[in-house]
């Protein structure tokens, strides 16, 4: 793994951002405990095609240090408002990413099931509404110089 940084917050929480592969099972024992009833995860992918046209691969980029203070800000927040979580964390990949590989792991352990699911949603939500990382899409027979660079769509109210 080639890991731009780690953050570990005073309660335990995870921020990562990386150039290697995101590691699944290293990010779910994060949010391991022995008092959580639920440990939910959201592990977002590189999918083949996007509005009809065939993706080789996405690119992420960040203003590293600034993208972990407010990736740490929203888990703070977040724990403000389900204050049940046990754990949370939050890996990033940066670079190219290949389709079928993971571009971003939310995870959250809590007590129960529904606050976990909440919380992930919510931190998933603010990290593409707030977190300095850009992507850049690049499809299968368009020259590199029409890459382009995409706006995270907003976010959809929870119920």
């Known amino acids: 793994m080639s890991l731009a940084d780690r953050v570990i917050t005073e309660a335990g929480d995870v921020v990562e951002l990386t150039f290697g592969l995101l590691d699944v099972n290293q990010c779910s024992k994060t949010i391991h405990s022995e008092q959580a009833g639920a440990q939910v995860m959201f592990i977002g992918t590189t999918r083949d095609t996007f509005q009809d046209k065939k993706v080789v691969r996405l690119e992420y980029e960040a203003y590293s240090s600034m ?56 931190i998933l939500e ?15 027979g368009e020259d590199p110089s029409e890459a382009t660079w995409k706006e995270n769509f907003p976010p959809e109210p929870l119920k």
């Open 67 to 122: 993208a972990l203070r407010t990736l740490t800000s929203i888990l703070v927040d977040v724990r403000h408002r389900f204050p049940s979580i046990i754990h949370c964390a939050v890996c990033h990949r940066l670079g190219n990413v290949p389709v079928g590989e993971a571009s971003i792991i939310v995870a959250v352990s809590s007590p129960h099931r529904k606050v976990a699911f909440e919380a992930c949603e919510l």
């Open 126 to 140: 603010e990290v593409k509404l707030k977190a300095q990382i850009w992507k850049r899409e690049w499809y299968k």
